[in-house]
């Protein structure tokens, strides 16, 4: 029998995921407990989060929840006294909170583009602040650890109709470059990689199609349906395990060699 221990398993890892109270972050938390971790799930939806928790909770997983919004500092500080408090020192951070507006850019308030960007942008920011404060040798945590940044393929190529999160998640992706050089070269044992998903079957995915019937950019949600799905190789949207998984795969020893990568999870689309 062998007794080589499997680099996936994350047993009695601490992690906070943002804007997990649905959707992707949800799956990205269930899937850390299931592999041992005890999960804080963080949301500005107290209550979604707190079912989300209690969800966790009866299949005998360890879910915490806690109200976060990811653009105030002082909110940032809490979420990490809280997890060292209730659960124990971090070991994965999952910036997953993000939200998109869709806009012509003639049309585009710059109101709405400074929200996309406070949100995806300064709140990925300020959750790779207090991770790396927490983690980093003299630390509260000081043991390490990895972050892992929710970007997008909006993050590397353009679309009609939606610069405000373009912008942002491009921003998400070189923040994570950075992020991760200035580790590694501090030796604070840190990670710091990018997840970016094409379109995914959540209510944020449809309503990202959606956006493209509003501005009239098509005549209808099944032509546009039909039309991103065709521009993929596979022909097919994402699910929220895909995205799970990847993370599951990044915030564990399997990926120990990997660090300021960009994981691209997309079916072939950026490829074509």
């Known amino acids: 029998m062998s007794t080589k221990s499997d680099p996936f398993k994350l047993e009695n890892k601490v992690a906070v995921i943002t804007g997990a109270a649905r959707g992707i972050g949800a799956a990205i938390a269930e ?7 005890n999960v804080l799930i963080t949301d500005v939806d107290e209550q979604a989060a707190k079912d989300t928790a209690q969800r966790l909770n009866d299949k005998g997983l360890k879910a915490f929840s806690k109200t976060h919004n990811v653009t105030i500092e002082s909110e940032w500080a809490a979420v990490i006294a809280y997890a060292e408090k209730n659960i124990g020192p ?3 951070l999952v910036n997953n909170a993000g939200i998109e507006t869709a806009s012509l850019i003639a049309n585009c308030e710059v109101q709405d583009f400074e929200k996309v960007m406070n949100v ?11 991770a790396v404060k927490a983690m980093q040798p003299g630390g509260t945590s000081g043991k390490g650890g990895n972050i892992v940044n929710l970007s997008s393929v909006a993050g590397i190529i353009g679309t009609s109709g939606h610069i405000a999160y373009h912008a ?8 994570t470059k950075a992020a991760a050089i200035e580790c590694a070269q501090l030796g604070t044992q840190i990670r710091v990689n990018s997840i970016h998903p094409a379109i995914v079957q959540t209510q944020m995915g449809t309503s990202f199609i959606q956006d493209f019937v509003d501005l009239k950019l098509v ?3 099944a032509t546009a349906e039909a039309a991103i799905k065709a521009a993929h190789p596979m022909g097919k949207f994402g699910e929220p395990s895909d995205v799970a998984n990847a993370v599951i795969y990044l915030a564990s020893d399997a990926a120990k060699w990997v660090t ?9 689309y950026t490829a074509a």
């Open 260 to 268: 300021g990568t960009e994981l691209v999870l997309d079916g072939g």
């Open 31 to 37: 899937s850390l407990a299931e592999r041992g971790a």
């Open 90 to 92: 971090i070991d994965i």
């Open 219 to 221: 005549p209808d949600y």
């Open 168 to 175: 942002s998640k491009g921003a998400v992706r070189t923040m």
């Open 120 to 130: 995806n942008v300064t709140g990925v920011f300020l959750g790779i602040k207090y």
